[in-house]
């Protein structure tokens, strides 16, 4: 990494109502997968940073838990996270699910931007799967609505879009050294890695008889002598009968959450993964401070 006055680097936070895409996206922007993605909403709970390389440009892309109204202390916690992502940012990027529309979040997450400083731009992702002529009329909406400085049509998931997106990021960026090894793509550690991938996994199988009632925790990682991975993780629930579920009959469904975990671990980390799980009941799960802090949220009162 050299501090070459032609370098530039920012900040770029990436809002939106749940499932809009912004992890999917955020992926497709660095390269490779940094963050977990599921067909539901709210998977996305801490903020994240994925790092990309464009040309002379390093973006910190900030993915950011979807914006919505919170009834549990792990949903205010959530969307905290999704406003202080915004702190300090060179340019707020606004994700909308072309597919979906304008709907009271998107609205909800509109009203909320008006009036700040940052340079503001629109993202209508899905156009692959949206209707074409609804796309030119959600745009005129929204920028009405909200006075972005540009707009764009990609799908995050095809990458159609998504090169001239990253090359008009990078153009956005001030004159700044990189802040990271140019090698580097996310802010996330092994640990927190570990326990994003086995949460996917649940969110992937269970779909939706297990919808937020559970989260992971990393109990122990570690490096064995031959160069693979340890780890150690419990997998907390709030009732026996969700238990149930994720062990499945006769322990089934726990083995293939781990079975795919432990072969996406391993593609990420380049190393033999032993990954091994337990299911635990606690009813209060979301009231230890103590999770909050591993998962990356901030208790919020």
Request: aromatic residues 4%; glycine residues 8%; negative net charge.
């Amino acid at each position: 990494m050299t501090d070459s006055p032609t370098q530039h680097c920012g900040v770029v936070a990436v809002v939106g109502a749940p499932n809009a895409g912004k992890s999917t996206l955020v992926n497709a922007l660095v390269g490779q997968k940094v963050a977990i993605v599921s067909p539901k909403a709210q998977t996305t709970r801490a903020r994240l940073m994925g790092i990309a390389i464009e040309g002379d440009a390093q973006l910190i892309l900030v993915d950011t838990p979807g914006i919505f109204t919170p009834e549990r202390r792990l949903d205010r916690a959530m969307v905290a996270a999704a406003w202080e992502g915004t702190d300090g940012a060179d340019l707020i990027a606004l994700v909308v699910d072309a597919k979906g529309g304008i709907g009271p979040k998107v609205s909800q997450v509109i009203e909320s931007l008006a009036g700040r400083p940052e340079k503001k731009i629109l993202i209508l992702n899905k156009v692959d799967v949206a209707d074409k002529p609804r796309l030119l009329g959600h745009a005129a909406k929204l920028n009405e609505a909200l006075a972005f400085d540009e707009t764009y049509f990609v799908s995050a998931q095809t990458g159609d879009g998504v090169p001239a997106l990253k090359a008009a990021l990078a153009a956005a960026m001030p004159e700044s050294a990189w802040h990271f090894p140019e090698d580097q793509v996310s802010d996330a550690t092994d640990r927190m890695i570990a326990a994003e991938v086995t949460r996917e996994q649940l969110y992937l199988q269970l779909h939706a008889e297990l919808p937020y009632a559970s989260a992971v925790e990393t109990e122990k990682y570690s490096e064995r002598p031959d160069g693979s991975v340890e780890i150690h993780q419990q997998i907390l629930v709030a009732r026996d009968t969700q238990r149930a579920i994720v062990l499945g009959k006769g322990g089934t469904r726990i083995k293939e959450i781990g079975a795919r975990a432990r072969a996406e671990l391993s593609r990420i980390m380049g190393v033999p993964v032993h990954l091994y799980l337990h299911v635990k009941v606690n009813p209060r799960w979301e009231e230890d401070r103590s999770l909050y802090r591993d998962i990356g949220l901030d208790w919020v009162d």
